[in-house]
């Protein structure tokens, strides 16, 4: 299960040989084992939850005594007023809806179950006995007769004054105002806003009326997201370039003005300044003079690692024209993140079903106010600790699902010598594979990323709790926890992605091939560094790119209409989706580029081109390998590092 292994397993791990697709196992079963387990308890929870009621209380609610509306009750000891039979009474009314608990988040008010919710305003007491009388629904206490409605002690036994009309259509049998000003409290930062019916009202207008522009903008932007990975496929080597070039002339022109002004500076006449003036002056040229030279340091570094770079740039170029051929002959790659959405989707609409289960999950106890709740105690207590894991553990492996489907299917094709023999659907064999062999090496490396998550939520909210209270030095060691559990999580991300793609490739188990990753991507530092700066910047700009572009268009069809004044929210609406769209569709370019550079690495370091020994690589990738040899050989000793970094690096029987 651990990653420690004996020196005979050692011995055999450096023994053993690369042979894509060739050799399939299960992987981690343990793991896997572990996986099912905890989900199992997680089926417990929820299982434990509809047993105890809980389903039932949350679907149909329940009155302060502990009574479930719509339905006879069994008498709970030393709780008056319950086992009431409520088999008429289906629906949940608070005497004080507005009576709320800020600290808690719940509805301070006692609750009773009546037959109908009030439709409209009653403003005075004869109302409310008036709609009891016309209904059937009385709205007072359950030892209040409608009779006794306007007598002087049903005041405090009945619903404030006035009672609110509720909504047409009771939200989960409970009686919910119309007018929900008074839960604006629950988020007061929305106050303000909320308050002013005018411009809630016009924004809400703009969205309606221009909802068939926004339709069509979202359309846009997945049309342009497509384009967009077509152009990347046919002119990457022009935009590789481009970016490359901009960023060095734009550093070369920042630090340039730089000195400009501090050179400007220096030569402006200081005889009629003031002493004041001319501290401030001399502060200003000091600050100019510190910025100037370490924006010269800067652009120094970053020319020399573009000098040193700039044949691994070819590599990225390289590297992303075979990506695009990539979806050309795997076209279902493109709907993947739509896949992994629904199911994260599905996860957590279950997730919130079962915490809500949980709320009103337990045992029945009295409030300070002599109402019931309901509460866990004991050891079940601690079961949304768990829930919370679950939350997190399960929501990381379907993510990494989805890394070790993309990366099944491009190393299928990438190892495939004839591409004619591709499976017919090589995403599906890369799922059935995932379920077969290695769904114990997802469930750890999930595992891991949640080790690591956990910790850091944990720090993100003592942070919250703190704010405001804890001295300077205490937030300064929580802020840089949390900054390095992020990188931490970060680094592991991309470690764990690449494991997958040595999985995938070898079936070798987790910890196997996130140690064989590791080596290759140390051993191919720079080409490592150069896709990871130059090919995600120019992806992000590409996401850049998009998001402009929807919302020019936006502005542009958004200024014509002349129904509304406010349009702001539905080009925010445009924008939000245009950057989500770009992002799932460039996310997985960038994760299908990763792939094949591993890929490349593994076929260059266990393959040289000879007879049993040929590359797997695409005709492109063949063209950079061939280009660079031709230049070492003409270089001479001016070649020998890249010598060492292309030259086969076979392992010794």
């Not at 479930?68 to 409520?86: T, V, W």
């Not at 990188?487 to 091939?513: D, G, M, P, R």
Request: hydrophobic letters at 50%; a positive charge; one cysteine or more.
């Amino acid at each position: 299960m651990g990653c420690c292994s004996s020196a005979s397993s050692a011995a055999q791990s450096s023994k053993r040989e690369w042979k894509p697709l060739e050799d399939r196992s299960c992987t981690d079963i343990p793991w896997l084992l572990l996986f099912i387990l905890f989900c199992i308890g997680m089926g417990f929870i929820c299982g434990f939850s509809v047993a105890t009621g809980a389903a039932a209380r949350l679907v149909s609610g329940y009155d302060s005594y502990g009574n479930i509306c719509g339905q006879k009750n069994a008498k709970l000891e030393s709780i008056p007023n319950s086992g009431m039979d409520h088999t008429h009474r289906k629906y949940v009314f608070f005497l004080d809806p507005c009576n709320l608990d800020l600290i808690n988040r719940k509805i301070k008010s006692e609750a009773l179950c009546v037959a109908a919710c009030p439709r409209q305003e009653l403003k005075t007491l004869s109302d409310v006995q008036k709609f009891a009388e016309t209904n059937g629904s009385a709205l007072c206490r359950y030892n209040l007769k409608i009779s006794e409605y306007t007598s002087s002690k049903a005041a405090s036994l009945c619903p404030k004054l006035p009672v609110p009309a509720s909504a047409p259509i009771p939200f989960f049998h409970r009686c919910a105002p119309v007018n929900i000003s008074c839960y604006a409290k629950f988020a007061e930062a929305l106050i303000t806003f909320v308050s002013d019916n005018s411009v809630l009202h016009r924004l809400i207008s703009g969205v309606m009326t221009s909802k068939e522009i926004i339709l069509g903008l979202c359309l846009l932007s997945l049309v342009l997201s497509m384009i967009l990975m077509v152009i990347i496929r046919y002119i990457s080597r022009v935009l590789v370039w481009i970016v490359t070039i901009l960023v060095i002339l734009g550093s070369l022109g920042g630090t340039g003005v730089l000195w400009w002004l501090y050179a400007k500076q220096r030569k402006s006449p200081k005889e009629t300044v003031i002493p004041e003036q001319l501290q401030i002056a001399e502060d200003n040229l000091r600050a100019l003079l510190i910025y100037a030279i370490a924006a010269t340091v800067f652009t120094v570094i970053l020319f020399l690692i573009m000098l040193f770079m700039r044949k691994r740039v070819a590599l990225t170029i390289a590297l992303f024209h075979v990506a695009g051929k990539v979806f050309i002959h795997l076209p279902l790659l493109v709907f993947q993140p739509f896949w992994t959405f629904f199911a994260l989707v599905l996860f957590w609409v279950y997730w919130i079903m079962t915490l809500l289960f949980l709320g009103t999950a337990g045992s029945a106890v009295k409030n300070e106010q002599g109402f019931v709740e309901f509460k866990l105690s004991g050891p079940l207590q601690y079961m949304w600790w768990y829930h919370v894991v679950g939350l997190i553990w399960i929501s990381e492996f379907i993510l990494a699902c989805q890394q070790m489907t993309v990366a099944g299917a491009v190393v299928t094709y990438y190892f495939t010598r004839d591409k004619r023999n591709l499976p017919f659907t090589p995403i599906l064999a890369s799922v059935n594979r995932l379920i077969r062999y290695h769904l114990g090496t997802v469930a750890k490396g999930s595992f891991i990323i949640t080790l690591v998550k956990i910790p850091r939520m944990i720090l993100m909210y003592i942070h919250s709790q703190l704010k405001g209270k804890e001295n300077a030095c205490a937030r300064c060691v929580l802020k840089s926890c949390i900054c390095c559990l992020w990188c931490l999580e970060k680094c592991l991300n991309y470690l764990n992605q690449n494991a997958y793609t040595a999985t995938a490739i070898n079936s070798t188990n987790f910890c196997t091939s996130a140690k064989d990753a590791f080596v290759i991507l140390v051993e191919n530092a720079l080409r490592v560094a150069a896709i990871n700066t130059v090919g995600d910047f120019m992806l992000f700009l590409g996401k850049v790119l998009i998001v402009c572009s929807t919302g020019l268009a936006g502005i542009m069809l958004l200024n014509h209409q002349q129904d509304y004044t406010v349009w702001v929210l539905p080009l925010i609406i445009v924008c939000l989706f245009a950057f989500l769209v770009a992002h799932c569709f460039l996310s997985i370019y960038e994760m299908v580029v990763d792939v094949l550079f591993l890929c490349f690495a593994i076929d260059t370091k266990y393959n040289d081109g000879s007879p049993g020994r040929e590359f797997y690589m695409d005709k492109v990738l063949m063209e950079f390998v061939e280009n660079s040899r031709k230049a070492m050989k003409e270089a001479g000793k001016g070649g020998v590092a890249d010598a060492r970094e292309l030259k086969p690096m076979m392992k010794k029987r």
